[in-house]
């Protein structure tokens, strides 16, 4: 099967939706797929797609030019876009005269970009990442879609709710992990090649500093971690300021900075317990999320305890098997969640994060790529 993968985003980028397109193109391929990835140019990279994901497979890349006034407001993206569009409507129309034909999969990143898709004569794959307001163009772009793919049941029912779809068009998907990349070094080495504490109590936050997350409750639980260092990976302190509106931040909450996304699974080796996030005051955070993050704690092993946000977007992965739960929001109640983890240790911490391990198992990039394709060959 050949498949045209079009994604209106930089390619490559450290961010997070940038690494799961990189790894659903390696996993499609790994599964007897021809996959194109077609993106816009913006800017010079430096490294293939390839290189800069560290991908066992090849990405075959077309850039498009398009003018990068991506960050020059409303009107910027909206221009920018629209020649993105243009490019890639021109480019696969072509490919199909040529009788180069095949499957469009169409990511979600922003609202509009997917518009031409449905009119370029090649059926198509709608992958959701979110709720959508009901519009002439999504009810297009739904209505002729071979699958619509999601994230979570959540959205699943929402789509289905708000524009008609039948669920059996709709195929629920999280997103996943690859778990080659986290056979990495023990606690001990990974804390002396980051320059840790051996001894200290280490819980860490990973992920970017963006305000919908409501991560302010990193830096009120803080106050009451006596003994416990809340280290943050993704963004200065600057950043976290920004992100939150807390100017004064603890001195037991160590923002890290941004660092390689490849440096990950050192620093979840490195940590006793592994925090996530998710607020009542954002429906995208509380609802429709399926966190990567996630999937990388419960790849890190038996070692480490994993202490999320009650949301009924993260309960879609997880359990009391595998976690324990705060209160979205309540600072305290993460607190003290934080300090019944290392309580428990290491006779509960040690179950559950076994049992995260082994659940973490079923959410492959790998097993997601072939189970999409195998509802192609059923059809």
């Avoid at 979110?130 to 979570?152: E, M, S």
């Avoid at 699943?156 to 999280?174: K, Y």
Wanted: one cysteine or more; proline letters at 4%.
């Amino acid at each position: 099967m050949r498949i045209y993968y079009v994604a209106n985003a930089r390619m490559p980028t450290e961010k997070a939706q940038g690494i799961q397109i990189a790894k659903m193109c390696e996993a499609l391929t790994e599964a007897g797929a021809e996959v194109e990835l077609i993106v816009p140019r913006r800017g010079h990279a430096d490294a293939s797609v390839q290189d800069f994901y560290g991908l066992r497979a090849a990405i075959p890349t077309v850039y498009l030019w398009t003018p990068d006034w991506y960050g020059w407001g409303r009107l910027g993206f909206l221009v920018s876009s629209l020649v993105f569009m243009c490019g890639y409507a021109r480019y696969l129309r072509r490919k199909l005269r040529e009788g180069k034909g095949g499957m469009i999969w169409a990511i979600d990143v922003d609202q509009f970009s997917f518009f031409f898709i449905p009119f370029l004569g090649m059926p198509y794959v709608a992958e959701i990442h979110d709720a959508k307001p009901d519009t002439i163009t999504f009810r297009a772009l739904f209505k002729h879609a071979a699958r619509i793919i999601v994230i979570n049941d959540i959205i699943g029912r929402e789509l289905s709710d708000t524009f008609g779809i039948p669920t059996e068009r709709i195929a629920v998907h999280p997103n996943g992990v690859d778990l080659l990349q986290f056979r990495v070094l023990s606690k001990d080495e990974a804390r002396q090649k980051l320059q840790l504490s051996p001894d200290g109590r280490m819980a860490l936050y990973v992920g970017r500093l963006y305000p919908w997350k409501g991560l302010e409750v990193l830096a009120r639980a803080a106050y009451f971690l006596d003994g416990i260092t809340l280290y943050v990976v993704g963004g200065s302190k600057e950043e976290f300021r920004r992100a939150t509106g807390i100017s004064d931040i603890p001195h037991d909450l160590v923002c890290v900075g941004s660092i390689d996304f490849r440096e990950i699974p050192l620093w979840l080796a490195a940590a006793d317990v592994l925090v996530a996030g998710g607020t009542k005051q954002n429906n995208y955070s509380y609802l429709h999320t399926s966190a990567m993050k996630i999937f990388e704690y419960m790849a890190a092993g038996p070692e480490h305890a994993i202490v999320v946000s009650n949301t009924p977007a993260n309960r879609q992965i997880l359990s009391y098997d595998e976690a324990t739960f705060y209160e979205a929001d309540d600072a305290e109640d993460l607190a003290e969640k934080i300090r019944y983890a290392f309580d428990s240790w290491p006779e509960a911490a040690r179950l559950k994060g076994g049992n995260a391990l082994a659940r973490v198992r079923q959410f492959t990039w790998e097993k997601r790529a072939r189970s999409i394709l195998q509802t192609f060959s059923h059809s």
